[in-house]
């Protein structure tokens, strides 16, 4: 199989364009070309009059060695890479009778659902333990907080099955680095589940939230028929570590009923807003580490604005969907600011999961096609900007973020006047440090509602002043990249502060707690990921590496005599 890259063609190309263009890439005959097919198509919007598609095909052809030296020293043809998934290996049939615990996974996210599915895969047969609800009754409770104001402090968009990720725009792309292919796993995984094909060719594959819904209940049923068992509405409010040498070991968890569960592996597949666990696991000693992150605001604009500035006369154009964008502006006073999390067609959401506090996040559907675009505008913070001490120097407490997090959400739901209404303000105000007093062109989506109000106020800043001057100052400076970026009547509403996990529980080369063998911190909440995709591979390398662990496996995954696999590459 030979990989074509960089093939370039217009936008609105002929359907049965592709294979010419294939042909005439490999110098071959129309005869010698068996099959080909689409592993990536983007697109370059550069010149907004002519876009062109850019597709990355891999080929089988009749001669591979003869069109490879033909093209010898061609960057863009090479033998396509193997990206098939290979388990490390499996649990032989009489593994559990021989009365080991299995292995627990807490939280049931993004990297809870991958950890447990790999570990299912295996013939390791999990324990998950989620705090929040089976997704269909969680979404009932969050669209309870949305559209009543009411919070249920377990079921909300951070908490529940498919995690914060279920209630955000499904994106499936990353930038992490990827040698194995891994992204691949969970995409064909997603796919399998539910997910339309063309997340596996598309070069920002995106899913929506009511598709992540059922296919969430999907890979939850394979777990379970593959041996797995996943228990909702059980918290775990303690971790049993046994004492010994350089570091203790796991030995089970205590849950909110009183129960304990014996375990001598745990993945801690916690989310970013596990705030009471992540207290818990500092008074047990867990090492951890405060971590940079960043707080801002959302920003909503009309979406036809931004597919003009993006595309041009192309705006609108179905291959192309809702223009999204990517912003970065490094102010004079040492910040960077950027777009996080950029929702085309969507909607800006209620993200809060402790009461009387105000938090925002971005939704949209597969269709993207809400009338605004929005986007969170943050700016990047580090431990010595929230430490609590009032120390100039040393080590800032790893809980220290969750507290300066806390802060600023109360401070956004004492301007929000109640209810969980979120503060905002138009950009124009915003610009000229002045109060809102009514909207204009654009309509906040976020429910339960937005409350008009002045950002800078002060003694009643909706964030510190260091960020408010830097989102000040970039505004300007992303309207010279995208025309209306800095229109008047665009809003901005507050506070989007759970970025990233303020923290960082650590881990060694096997994926351990640095000083609890046993213990794997997994996944956004530990800071080892950010986003769907990212999340789901650490849950696939965690997964493993229980594996290794458990099957006793050399620690580089060598095969070793375990027993046949389930299925030996998917």
Known sequence: MLRITELRLPLDHAEDALRPAVLARLGIADADLLSFTVFRRAYDARKKTAILLIYTVDCEVRDEAAVLKAKQGNPHLKPAPDTRYRFVGH????????????????????????????????????????????????TKDTWGLWRQGVLNPDSNVQFGEGGAGTFSDGKLWSQISDPRHLTRKVLTEFVKAGAPEEIL?????????????????????????LGGEIRFGQQVTDVLIEPGGEAGHI???????????????VVLALGHSARDTFTMLHGRGVYMEAKPFSVGFRIEHPQGVIDRARFGPNAGNPILGAADYKLVHHAKNGRSVYSFCMCPGGTVVAATSEPERVVTNGMSQYSRNERNANAGIVVGISPQDYRQDGRADGPVSPLDGMQFQRIWESRAYELGEGGYQAPGQLVGDFLKKQRSRELGSVLPSYKPGVRLTDFVQPGREALPLYVLDAIREAIPAFERQIAGFAMRDAVLTGVETRTSSPLRITRNRQYESLNVRGLYPAGEGAGYAGGIMSAGVDGIEVAEAVARSMLGLPADGSPHAIGPSIVDAI
Do not use: N, Y
């Open 251 to 265: 030995r089970g968890v205590t849950l909110a009923s009183g129960e304990q569960l014996r375990a001598d592996h």
């Open 201 to 225: 060719f598309v070069s920002k594959p995106h899913i929506g939230t009511f598709r992540l819904v059922s296919m969430v209940e999907k890979m939850r049923a394979d777990i379970v028929a």
């Open 91 to 138: 649990a032989p049939a009489d593994f559990q009778a021989s009365g080991r615990p299995r292995p627990l996974v807490i939280g049931f996210g993004p990297c809870g659902i991958f950890a447990a599915l790999l570990l299912a895969q295996m013939g390791l047969r999990p324990i998950v333990l989620e705090r929040g609800k089976e997704v269909r009754q969680r």
